[in-house]
């Protein structure tokens, strides 16, 4: 599959050491293109887990008293490797997710970007110093790391989804364990071996892996334990919610990164051309399969027709295929679970007066393809109009003005992104302020760096990931009085 079989990793990363589970359970890999499998990982649980928090437990003393500078070697290390060996942990990630190679070759440089990033910024850890209170007395505050730290990571960006977390906790001085997705654990667990590679004690950074039935499991083993002070979380609003509940009783901090149901809305006086450049990317990247996709297409009246023909002659250009094709631009969805979620919504639409202009069926390549959509006439009836889509469907609806573009951009109880097209400046920091988004793309479809802050509000969650906000929430402060100065002799 790859060229240096070390990457190959099918056994968990625990305290520095390969194992495989208590049971011979396993986990079958597959590529979502053929349905091949690919390898089997160990199905862990509550007891690997346990076993792993102890590890990292172990390696706190240690790796939290190295300088900010000793830790940030071995990451730029670790981002080193990454970028090495790109072009292995893409092919191999390709396999494992299904999206396009050139994608997967971003998402590596993304991936590698947040280990240079916050081995940085954990430089950068400043603290402060407070007028004090009284004469004879110092108030100083520091930012310390937490201790043991869950990271719970998804299918849809399986490398940087990982390092967006591993690289501030680790800079901070944490110790992680990180559970990712059943569909994807192969290129989690690459990514561990590169950081065994670059000089991660023991224990820094630990990967345990299982199947969606395993995942209750490991996760309560996370948010019991009084090791664990802090869980980052990347999945859908309802697990975000229980894992939020079942933080509540030890009081564990916890970051939610959720579900997203972006508005993308193109005025009248957008630069069109650029606004379907916006929309290739934003909804049909990764099969559409990210939570800051454009789900709902929002489109002015009076230039509505012109945009719905020029999209649909675009999406009709879109090359699907497997993602090692060179030709391919989307590849296919990861499980039959997503496919048969937008069959669903594509039929619940139809049914309730959306027009189909291209596609809305399975891929005639079979397996978990679908075409390429675009459909017109969207209500706030049609399910797909409140749920992620999480598939190539363009779902366009039409608006009258600026105000009825807002209302209905904000009509929605998530709040991740959301996107405009204008050139009208006043408008342009109007609608701005007015959606109720953490992040807001404004003349583009790309959006995601590490030196931006990426977060929602409303139910699409807490807390930031990327640039300098995003290691805060791996630290916490504390506040020393010094006093009994007394005055000079």
């Known amino acids: 599959m790859v060229k240096l ?14 194992v495989a589970a208590s049971s011979d ?63 292995d942990l893409a092919r191999l990630m390709t396999q494992e997710q299904g999206k396009p190679f050139a994608e997967s070759l971003g998402e590596i440089e993304y991936a590698a970007s947040f280990l240079s990033w916050f081995a940085e910024e954990g430089r950068r850890l400043y603290g402060d110093i407070i007028p004090p209170h009284r004469n004879d007395a110092r108030i100083l505050v520091t930012r310390n790391p937490l201790g043991v730290v869950g990271g719970i990571t998804p299918w849809n960006f399986p490398v940087a989804m990982v390092t967006r977390k591993a690289a501030p906790a680790l800079a901070a001085g944490n110790c992680m364990v990180l559970k990712p997705a059943e569909a994807t654990p192969l290129s989690a667990l690459a990514v561990a071996a590169l950081g065994e590679m670059a000089g991660l004690p023991a224990g820094v950074f630990n990967v345990v892996t299982g ?22 979380f990347t999945g859908s609003t309802a697990v975000g919610k229980q894992l939020m509940r079942d933080c509540a009783g030890d ?62 002659a675009r999406a009709r ?12 631009e989307m590849g296919p969805l990861v499980d039959e679970r997503g496919l048969e979620k937008v069959e669903r919504l594509v039929a619940d639409a139809t049914d309730k007066g959306a ?29 797909l109009a409140h749920e992620e889509l999480f598939g190539p469907v363009a779902a366009i609806s039409t608006f ?17 992104a959301g996107y405009f097209y204008s050139r009208d400046v006043g408008r342009i920091f109007r609608v701005a302020d007015a959606l109720e988004v ?30 300098k906000y995003g290691i805060d929430d791996w630290t916490e402060l504390k506040y020393i009085c010094l006093a009994g100065l007394g005055a000079a002799a």
């Open 317 to 328: 250009q879109i090359q699907v295929g497997h993602g090692l094709e060179k030709a391919t």
């Open 25 to 87: 359970k396993r986990l079958d890999v597959t590529d979502p293109a053929t349905g091949d499998v690919l390898a089997s990982v160990p199905r862990m649980g509550a007891e690997e887990t346990d076993a792993a928090i102890a590890a990292a437990h172990a390696a706190f003393p240690d790796w939290s008293s190295r300088t900010a500078a000793e830790r940030a070697l071995v990451l730029q290390k670790w981002a080193s490797l990454v970028r090495a060996h790109a072009d």
């Open 211 to 232: 199947a969606r039935e395993d995942a209750p499991a490991i996760g309560k083993a996370l948010v019991d334990s009084p090791l664990v002070r802090k869980i980052g």
């Open 355 to 383: 027009k189909i202009h291209l596609g809305g069926k399975r891929h005639e390549a079979g397996g978990t393809y679908f075409q390429p959509t675009v459909m017109t006439g969207v209500s706030t009836e049609m399910d």
């Open 251 to 312: 009081l564990t901090k916890i970051s939610l990164e959720l579900g997203g149901n972006a508005a993308f809305i193109v005025f009248d006086d957008a630069d069109i051309e650029a606004a379907l450049d916006g929309i290739q990317v934003c909804k049909f990247r990764n099969s559409g399969q990210t939570c800051i996709a454009a789900n709902r297409i929002l489109v002015q009246e009076s230039i509505h027709d012109k945009f719905v023909a020029a999209l649909s």
């Open 400 to 416: 009258r003005d600026e105000q009825d573009a807002i209302s209905m951009a904000n009509d929605t109880p998530y709040g991740l």
């Open 5 to 18: 079989p070390e990457f190959l990793k099918t056994d968990c990363y625990v305290g520095g050491k390969w």
């Open 438 to 467: 953490g992040i807001v793309g404004v003349n583009t479809g790309l959006i995601s760096t590490e030196v931006a802050p990426f977060g929602g509000v409303k139910e699409s969650g807490i807390g930031r990931e990327g640039s």
